[in-house]
């Protein structure tokens, strides 16, 4: 176990563990931002349809396109939500089933079967 924080530790200063670790803080910053926006708009009654993340990948998908596909950014709002909603689920479900197989494979030595 201190070989992999150890390796973990010399990962995290590469190139890619910089990148990893800058956009880790980019997406927290983003969920703070969502939070504060969701808050906002309980309290006030605001309806916020599109976030800076669509309203960027709206603009950039019509600048790749040269202004042909047009998006609508309440739309594609939901499909990036709904898409990061699944990654998450995903990696919940999948770190909940290693957790319990680490207590199983534990009980199951334990007990000598």
Known sequence: ELKAHHAKALDSRTLLGHMRSG????????????????????????????????????????????????????LLNQYVTLIFIGTISALSIRAFLKNASRIFSTLTNLRGW
Request: charge should be positive; aromatic fraction near 12%.
């Open 23 to 74: 956009l880790g803080y980019a997406m927290s910053g983003y969920c703070f931002y969502r939070v504060i926006t969701s808050a906002k708009a309980l309290l006030v009654g605001e309806d916020f349809s599109s976030d800076p993340v669509s309203r960027s990948l709206g603009f950039i998908l019509r600048r790749l396109s040269h202004d042909k596909l047009v998006i609508d950014p309440a």
